[in-house]
């Protein structure tokens, strides 16, 4: 049979990837992260990239994702990109990415795609005001990402919310769940097992 795909978007910060990992340890999914496509900058300089909108479409490599997606959803590998957040580039090995059983898709345009949208099972969405999705953001770019809190406001208002607004929030009306990122973590991954159980039941 082949894999399941499981699409998780929604904001920056909105808790799509603590959600993801608490789905996956339940199903011993496969957990592939848009992240991972955005498009090389090398040849610009570590100022231009810092400044390039992250949060828009336009910043990944969107036909490779997409061909990506489409291998995996025929339980074939594939060579997944590595990307360096610390300097805006991506590296240049890459990474083997095997198929399971259920594949788990995240990201804040992990539903952006018809494309993609149309190999996804079960689509979830998780919905978060912005005040806490930017504390969330600030909280891990400081500590993952070496930033400092007056560049990601600066990037938050100038890029990530207006892109949230025009390409994010729009991809919540394709969802088959919708939960709240601040909720309890249990009653949401039940939620969205459910579905699952449901969606599943009808490949056999």
Not at 71 to 90: C, M
Not at 172 to 193: K, P
């Amino acid at each position: 049979m082949k894999p399941y795909l499981i699409g998780i978007a929604g904001p920056s910060g909105a808790g799509k990837s603590y959600l993801s990992k608490h789905i996956g340890e339940q199903l011993n999914a496969a957990l592939l992260h848009l992240d991972s496509y955005y498009s090389d900058l090398a040849h610009l300089s570590v100022v231009q990239r810092a400044h390039q909108n992250f949060d828009s479409p336009e910043s990944l490599d969107a036909d490779l994702f997409i061909e990506h997606i489409r291998q995996l959803s025929n339980g074939n590998a594939v060579e997944k990109p590595l990307y360096d957040f610390t300097i805006h580039s991506r590296k240049k090995e890459t990474e083997r990415f095997e198929p399971r059983e259920f594949i788990i898709i995240e990201g804040i345009l992990s539903m952006y795609w018809e494309d993609v949208r149309k190999l996804i099972q079960t689509k979830v969405y998780v919905d978060l005001g912005e005040d806490i999705c930017l504390e969330r953001r600030i909280e891990r770019d400081i500590c993952e990402r070496g930033r400092t809190r007056e560049g990601i406001l600066e990037q938050y208002y100038s890029t990530v919310l207006p892109s949230a607004q025009r390409y994010v929030y729009p991809t919540r009306e394709f969802a088959d769940i919708i939960v709240t990122g601040n909720d309890n973590i249990g009653h949401e991954v039940s939620l969205v097992l459910a579905h699952i159980r449901e969606r599943a039941a009808t490949r056999l």
